[in-house]
């Protein structure tokens, strides 16, 4: 492909993971560093197109020429990716997000009592904004991309989790992350297969999270509708 062959085109990317308070202080939170959604982001710039980089908790320093969008929560990230899906050519969805969240987040910070009772953490349900998005397209046209990170389990492979998922979630694209033994969150490297619509795996060599940035790339340049000459 050209360099700069994302020209024209609008692209928003989730990065980072989300965090849940409990009070002010405390969180249910996971350990995504950020470094695949910022990958894209990088990539996708570099390539011509518009990014909007909407992060959830990470360190990492903003990729030049990309708007950051900052957030904490799942519920905030999912308000930031709907209210701009409808301006966006693709919409790839890496970052780490909470599935449940504490049920009322406490005012001042939780104290240990003298009687040593422990308080009970009542959760609620999250949004699904990867199904939300997908179920509910703003644009037909638009290419929808979600990562699953999964360790397999004795009656499933990490495949076979990855395609069940990508029939719940209804992504054009799923790109499935091994992550068992702790491999993938905060390295540079990813292991990866990608799942297309049909759940046929398209191969993706190891190797960093920059190399299967710009294999993801394109492949959604490819998906999208060819201009009429
Ligand atoms: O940030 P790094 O350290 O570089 O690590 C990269 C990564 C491992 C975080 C990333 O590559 C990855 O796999 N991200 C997805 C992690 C995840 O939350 O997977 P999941 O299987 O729980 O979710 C599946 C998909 O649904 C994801 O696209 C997720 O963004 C999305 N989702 C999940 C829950 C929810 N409530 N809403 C969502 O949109």
Request: aromatic share 4%; hydrophobic share 45%; charged share 20%.
């Given at each position: 492909?050209?360099v ?14 989300t965090?849940?308070?409990l009070?002010p202080?405390?969180y ?6 950020g470094?695949?959604g ?14 909007t ?8 320093p903003d990729p030049?020429g990309?708007?950051v969008v ?7 990230l ?12 693709a ?30 953490v ?11 998005i ?21 009656d499933?492979?990490?495949l ?11 992504c054009?694209l799923?790109v ?7 491999k ?18 398209l191969?993706v060599p190891?190797?960093?999270?920059d ?19």
């Amino acid at each position: 492909q050209s360099v700069a062959d994302l020209t024209g085109k609008h692209v928003l990317i989730s990065a980072g993971g989300t965090r849940e308070h409990l009070d002010p202080v405390r969180y249910l939170g996971n350990s995504s560093s950020g470094k695949q959604g910022y990958a894209l982001a990088r990539i996708a710039a570099a390539r011509g197109a518009k990014v909007t980089l909407v992060a959830a908790n990470s360190e990492l320093p903003d990729p030049a020429g990309v708007q950051v969008v900052p957030v904490v929560s799942a519920q905030e990230l999912y308000d930031e990716i709907t209210g701009r899906a409808a301006d966006a050519d693709a919409i790839v969805m890496a970052a780490a997000v909470a599935d449940f969240r504490p049920a009322d987040v406490v005012e001042h910070k939780i104290k240990k009592t003298a009687d040593g009772a422990v308080p009970a953490v009542n959760l609620v349900q999250n949004p699904d904004i990867l199904h939300t998005i997908s179920h509910d397209r703003a644009r037909p046209d638009q290419i929808i991309v979600g990562f699953a990170a999964e360790t397999g389990d004795a009656d499933h492979t990490v495949l076979d989790l990855g395609r069940a998922k990508l029939e719940r979630k209804g992504c054009d694209l799923l790109v499935v992350n091994d992550v068992s033994g702790g491999k993938v969150f905060g390295s540079d490297l990813n292991e990866a297969v990608i799942l297309d619509r049909a759940g046929t795996a398209l191969p993706v060599p190891s190797g960093s999270k920059d190399a299967l940035s710009g294999v993801i790339w394109n492949l959604v340049a490819t998906h999208w509708p060819t201009p009429r000459p």
